[in-house]
């Protein structure tokens, strides 16, 4: 016997396929965000570790004059 309706066959198919390419698109959007703010986060704790650090050495140059 022929399929029950091919068309209905390859529409199911495609829905899938689509599916999951939907899936893995919007899994690997939220992966990239996530780093995104990883690496955002880490530059920004490294800016204020360094402005602290170049407060401080300003200190120790003007306690020096």
Do not use: P
Request: proline share 0%; charged share 20%.
């Amino acid at each position: 016997m022929h399929y029950v309706g091919s068309k209905w066959v390859l529409l199911l198919h495609v829905l899938l396929v689509m599916t999951i390419m939907i899936s893995a698109f919007v899994a690997g959007h939220e992966t990239g965000f996530e780093r995104f703010q990883n690496v955002q986060k880490a530059t920004y704790d490294y800016a204020v570790m360094l402005e602290k650090e170049n407060s401080r050495l300003n200190r120790r140059l003007k306690v020096c004059k």
